[in-house]
């Protein structure tokens, strides 16, 4: 059974720093890109950071670059969202995703394989 497991979120003040990670099933992580998405209610969820197999390329949206740090652990099956310098609105529920291609995409679509989501709430 593919699965994909997030942790790391919470509640945590302007300017402050979380860690998500995501543990994934062998054959999620296996030559697979790894996204992180986020959505707020009553909006599409949105692309934020992703990251090819090997960690040579990664991609990240306007509105988190400079602040946010996508990495992975193939040994561990893991891919991690540094978050610095929060903001309120990157408040949401954040997703982990996994798309079999050797290519980043940022459209939801590409993505095969979902997580439950991890809330994070940023206060001001």
């Known amino acids: 059974q593919v699965q994909l497991v997030e942790s790391g979120g919470g509640l945590v003040q302007a300017g402050g720093s979380l860690r998500l990670s995501c543990v994934a099933s062998g054959r999620a992580f296996s030559n697979s890109v790894m996204g992180w998405f986020r959505q707020t209610p009553g909006k599409e969820r949105a692309f934020v950071a992703a990251i090819t197999w090997g960690g040579g390329v990664t991609n990240y949206a306007d509105s988190v670059k400079g602040r946010f740090t996508i990495s992975r652990d193939n040994a561990k099956n893991t891919v991690h969202l540094q978050m610095n310098s929060l903001k309120p609105e990157d408040t949401a529920v954040y997703y982990c995703?996994?798309?079999?291609?050797?290519?980043?995409?940022?459209?939801?679509?590409?993505?095969?394989?979902w997580g439950q989501g991890t809330q994070v709430t940023v206060s001001s």
């Open positions: 995703a996994a798309a079999p291609l050797s290519s980043i995409v940022m459209n939801p679509s590409g993505y095969l394989y």
